[in-house]
């Protein structure tokens, strides 16, 4: 199988990951949505990334939807069988993914406006739902247990995100949110090499 995604994506982070953790091998293929790249947009019509291409050929986007794919394919597990447990972990990712659809606003804010244009308003309410979430998770953070599940990927690579393009903004304040990325490494040994990466 087949994933397209960029290093620096939360999102693309996350799937591989998850993968990784399954026992699943992916033959990464890092593509430039700017150039809207033919293997991406013929299989995926919104461009985006990640976008897993199955051993069939057939194309598997987004996120979640290639998350839960991995899920059904793998051994092993990627979300509890409880069902209460899968409802939390399946919370969990939403926020983090949420986290992470707002920090891109803010990049793309910022990157691709003039400058006379940028709305400091947009990147303010933008901020408001970031921080709201941050102190939550600050005091919500998952165990790490026995058995890694999506939402720890999706937690794992927001702060990820984070740590590359917002170091110094997020971390004051939230010392247990902060910490979690060395507690996670610790558990999953491919972190660092796997969490977005510029």
């Given amino acids: 199988m087949k994933l397209l995604f960029a290093p620096a994506s939360p999102y693309s982070s996350k799937v591989r990951m998850a993968a990784r953790y399954l026992g699943i091998a992916l033959e990464d293929v890092r593509v430039n949505t700017a150039d809207n790249p033919p293997e991406l947009v013929e299989k995926n019509p919104l461009g985006k990334i990640p976008t897993l291409i199955t051993d069939r050929g057939e194309a598997i986007f987004d996120s979640r939807a290639i998350m839960h ?3 059904r394919t793998a051994e092993k597990r990627l979300y509890p069988k409880d069902k209460a447990k899968r409802t939390d972990a399946e919370v969990l990712e939403a926020l983090c993914d949420g986290i992470s659809d707002c920090l891109l606003a803010i990049v793309y804010e910022r990157r691709y406006r003039p400058p006379e244009l940028v ?12 921080n709201r979430s941050l102190d939550y998770l600050d005091k919500t953070l998952p165990k790490t247990g026995k058995k890694l599940h999506g ?12 740590m590359l393009r917002f170091p110094g903004e997020w971390e ?3 010392a247990a949110l902060a910490e979690w990325p060395a507690i996670f490494a610790k558990r999953f040994e491919p972190y660092p090499a796997l969490r977005p990466k510029a």
Avoid: C, E, M, P
Avoid at 119 to 130: E, G, N, T
């Fill in 69 to 71: 794919f991995l899920h």
């Fill in 119 to 130: 709305s400091q308003d947009v990147i303010d309410r933008q901020w408001a739902k970031i």
């Fill in 151 to 162: 939402g720890h990927f999706a937690l794992a690579a927001t702060l990820g995100y984070l």
């Fill in 172 to 174: 004051n304040g939230r």
